[in-house]
């Protein structure tokens, strides 16, 4: 049976004034929020019908820029927050912009925001200290501000915040409004001085069940005469409201036609705001995204092994990545690029110092041909587990699912790697796992690098006498080091392109506004 999430609803948001989304938990604000800001995730049992208008034009016709700011503020942890700003400037502004130009309107956008003192400050997370609450707050604003948008929408701004900061953060909201901007934000129990900061207000309440909204609206407004008790506290209510709705001024001239005036000159600023952003090219996307992911790779690489950093990172990094793909900074391909790219300098230095402790520690075949083999062998498995940890990033919807996905999966390649489990004597259901280990492959070329070509002394005549002889024990005999290495980098673009389909097919989809057919409109009448 169909229901309604949302239902009759219609409001005027006009530019230049601050207007508040109110309601109980569970009214509908973030659904309504996300409505109007196409920003509603798109489900298969999910029915969105309805119009939309910006300046008497409907919004899907008249290419108009919206800001939407989420809840959750998520940025690259290491990175300051002047060089967020720059670089998403960089991949907002157009290319015909000088860097000069560029550099001057991030910070004016910091002055505005009030971001300055902060500017060369790390952004920090839930384990790096960096800015405060409402500090990443306007620093999200500050993103979203660099296209120039027209409407501007914020989920519930200040949830999470202490008073201060939730002052400052409606205070930049107010001046927004007060530049031209229409300003549209959801809030939760709003304080004295929050609250009088707002123009319009939109309250969401739900009518009960099987009752006429009039007559509900009604009794709101009668007097109980059942007992004496019922009739005090019925007066006092509708004074209460009286008293609200006189004082705040809730009630505007809805229908009031805009004059032909006031119309021209809200259109021509709203065009000058509303040209589309067109898509950087690919090598500038991929430029921007590289130093990005450099100096992201560079501050967190240092103390983690391949697999761990990598699922242990990339979920977060992904709701990044997407919420600047759904705005279309960038598109998937430079994006992976370059940070595959990046990870290369970092990915190849731990293995290169891993080896070169381990190597003579465990006094192994001592020849600089047989080095340079071991530290590619394993530098190529970092790789590939990086790439695994990728994979697992991208089907993981958290963190801590991804930290508990990788290991379980690594330990399985483990288990049948060759050492603990010989790949022939592994039952035929389980044989194509060692196929797939990139454990068992770097083992498997660790083991002939250091095998091959030796001779063993004082040895029974029933004892292994060479190398060969112990790699036939192993199951290595035949195999090449070529060939595990082509078969690790085999691994590793499997790896990769696994990535790719799930990030592309992934993409954030947002539910499309349609007009109202006549049976939602006889079901609505209905309800």
């Given at each position: 049976m169909a229901r309604f999430l949302l239902s009759n609803l219609s409001g005027e948001a006009k530019p230049g004034r601050l207007l508040a989304l109110m309601g109980p938990s569970g009214s509908g604000k973030t659904t309504l929020l996300n409505v109007l800001a196409g920003q509603l995730a798109a489900s298969p049992s999910l029915h969105l019908s309805g119009f939309l208008y910006v300046n008497g034009q409907p919004m899907s016709q008249g290419g108009y820029k919206i800001a939407y700011v989420r809840q959750e503020d998520i940025f690259f942890s290491q990175l300051t927050v002047r060089e967020t700003l720059s670089l998403a400037a960089e991949l907002q502004l157009p290319d015909t912009m000088s860097p000069e130009r560029k550099e001057k309107y991030v910070n004016d956008l910091l002055f505005r925001l009030g971001l300055v003192n902060s500017a060369d400050s790390i952004v920090g997370d839930a384990k790096v200290r960096g800015i405060s609450g409402g500090e990443k707050k306007r620093l999200s604003l500050a993103c979203e501000l660099i296209a120039s948008p027209s409407v501007i929408f914020a989920d519930e701004?200040?949830?999470?915040?202490?008073?201060?900061?939730a002052e400052k953060v409606m205070e930049t909201l107010r001046q927004l409004a007060e530049d031209g901007h229409t300003v549209i934000c959801s809030i939760h129990q709003p304080r004295g001085s929050v609250y009088s900061k707002f123009d319009d207000i939109v309250l969401l309440y739900q009518c009960p069940d099987h009752e006429n909204p009039a007559e509900f609206l009604a009794d709101l407004i009668s007097t109980d005469y059942s007992s004496a008790e019922s009739v005090q506290s019925s007066q006092k209510r509708i004074e209460n409201l009286i008293?609200?709705?006189?004082?705040?001024?809730?009630?505007?001239?809805?229908?009031?036609?805009?004059?032909?005036?006031?119309?021209?000159?809200?259109?021509?600023?709203?065009?000058?705001?509303?040209?589309?952003?067109?898509?950087?090219?690919?090598?500038?996307?991929?430029?921007?995204?590289?130093?990005?992911?450099?100096?992201?790779?560079?501050a967190i690489n240092t103390a983690m092994a391949a697999l761990t950093k990598t699922v242990g990172v990339f979920p977060k990094e992904r709701a990044i990545v997407d919420r600047e793909r759904a705005k279309g900074s960038y598109a998937l391909g430079p994006y992976l690029s370059s940070k595959l790219l990046a990870e290369i300098p970092i990915g190849a230095a731990f293995p290169l110092i891993f080896g070169s402790i381990l190597y003579p520690m465990a006094k192994?075949?001592?020849?600089?041909?047989r080095f340079a083999k071991f530290c590619g062998i394993v530098t190529v498995e970092s790789f590939a587990a990086s790439a695994m940890g990728l994979t697992v990033g991208a089907i993981a919807p958290t963190t801590e699912a991804a930290m508990a996905l990788g290991p379980s999966l690594m330990t399985v390649f483990i288990v049948f790697g060759g050492y603990y489990v010989n790949p022939d004597n592994t039952p035929v259901i389980f044989r194509w796992i060692p196929k797939a280990s990139l454990i068992r492959w770097a083992f498997q070329g660790l083991c002939i690098n250091e095998f091959k070509g030796l001779q063993f002394e004082h040895q029974h005549s029933y004892d292994v006498q060479t190398?060969?002889?112990?790699?036939?024990?192993?199951?290595?005999?035949?195999?090449?080091?070529?060939?595990?290495?082509?078969?690790?980098?085999?691994?590793?673009m499997f790896w990769?392109?696994?990535?790719?389909?799930?990030?592309?097919?992934?993409?954030?989809?947002?539910?499309?506004?349609?007009?109202p057919s006549e049976e939602d409109q006889s079901k609505q009448q209905t309800e």
């Open positions: 701004p200040t949830t999470g915040l202490d008073a201060f900061q008293d609200e709705f006189t004082n705040k001024v809730l009630i505007t001239e809805f229908n009031s036609p805009v004059t032909q005036s006031e119309g021209s000159e809200f259109s021509t600023k709203l065009a000058q705001k509303s040209t589309r952003k067109q898509r950087r090219g690919w090598w500038r996307q991929f430029r921007l995204l590289f130093k990005r992911a450099w100096m992201q790779v560079a192994l075949h001592p020849t600089i041909s190398g060969e002889q112990a790699l036939e024990r192993f199951s290595l005999g035949g195999i090449r080091i070529a060939d595990t290495l082509a078969a690790q980098g085999r691994i590793l990769y392109w696994l990535t790719y389909l799930l990030l592309k097919k992934n993409k954030p989809r947002y539910q499309q506004l349609l007009p």
